[in-house]
Nanobody, 115 residues
Framework: QVQLVESGGGLVHPGGSLGLSCAAS????????MGWYRQAPGKQRRLVAS???????TYADSVKGRFTISRDNAENTLYLQMNSLKSEDTAVYYC?????????WGQGTQVTVSS
């Protein structure tokens, strides 16, 4: 059974930093591409950042230079370091695994950027 469990969300002031984690189980984590997505109220879920099994990364234009995606294959964990946070980064953040059996999603973690 594939499970993705996000953690690390919370409330942070504008300009602050937050780190998210996604612990994976039930898959051979190092074989697959992973991604972070976010969904703000009333909006579609959108890609924030992705990382291939080889470590190549891509970012949405809105987070380039502020967010960093990384992975630890030994720990089966995906990370998202978020710096210089803005109010428009407020959303539920989800991790996703892209596998041969299909795509799997975590339950999401809320990030709120507010003064």
């Amino acid at each position: 059974q594939v499970q993705l469990v996000e953690s690390g969300g919370g409330l942070v002031h504008p300009g602050g930093s937050l780190g998210l984690s996604c612990a994976a189980s039930g898959i051979i984590f190092g074989l697959y591409g992973m991604g972070w997505y976010r969904q703000a109220p009333g909006k579609q879920r959108r890609l924030v950042a992705s990382i291939t099994n080889g470590g190549s990364t891509t970012y949405a234009d809105s987070v380039k230079g502020r967010f960093t995606i990384s992975r630890d294959n030994a720990e089966n964990t995906l990370y998202l370091q978020m710096n210089s946070l803005k109010s428009e980064d407020t959303a539920v953040y989800y991790c996703k695994a892209v596998t041969q059996r299909g795509d799997y999603w975590g339950q999401g973690t809320q990030v709120t950027v507010s003064s």
